[in-house]
Each structure stands twice: as C-alpha cells, then as structure tokens.
C-alpha cells in the first residue's frame, strides 16, 4: 500500500511543473496543457486525501473538476481559434489587449 504523503508529494511536484510551464511558456496551447496538468494535480491531492480519510468526497470533488476542466479547455480553445482566424497569431507577448 502507498502512504497518502507519497501521493500528496506527486501532486506538489506536477503542480509546480504547471506553474513553471505557465509563466516560463509562451504558446497558449501549452499553457493550456499546463494548467490542466495543474488541475490534474489536485485530482490526485483530492483522490489521495479522499482515500485517506475514508470518504468519497474526493472522488466527487474530482468529477466536478473534470467537468469544469472539460468546459474550460472547449471555450479556450473556441478563444485560441478566434483569435488565429482574426490576427494570423496566436503569440501571447502580441495579446495584450482584448479588442481586435
């Protein structure tokens, strides 16, 4: 059986690795990829402390975060394929305001 710590310390590390890969990258489809890595490192703080108290709450808290999640990634995706199709880029440095 696998502590609940070594789960908790696989969360921290794919979350810093989506936080450095939001700040660091510059296209927004990694960004993206990275901040549903984020999200993904969560489910398993939620999963890992759900089975760790004995409770299904976690795994509840998880199906609602995939479906936000799911949600998030259509409508930024919708957002990335507006702005390609109206300026020919899709740089985040040349995003810097909200009108086109």
Request: aromatic fraction near 6%; glycine fraction near 12%; proline fraction near 0%.
């Given at each position: 059986m696998v502590p609940t710590s070594y789960y908790m310390i696989l969360s921290?590390?794919?979350f810093t690795i989506g936080?450095?890969?939001?700040?660091?990258?510059r296209n927004p489809i990694v960004i993206?990829?990275?901040?549903e890595l984020m999200l993904n490192a969560a489910n398993i703080a939620f999963v890992?402390?759900?089975?760790h108290f004995a409770q299904v709450n976690g795994q509840m808290y998880v199906i609602f975060?995939?479906?936000v999640a799911a949600a998030e990634v259509?409508?930024?995706l919708g957002i990335i394929v507006s702005i390609?199709?109206?300026?020919?880029?899709?740089n985040v440095d040349e995003m810097n305001l909200m009108k086109f």
């Open positions: 921290g590390i794919l936080v450095l890969g939001v700040l660091v990258k993206f990829m990275c901040i890992a402390l759900g089975r975060a995939l479906a259509s409508v930024g390609f199709r109206t300026r020919e880029s899709i």
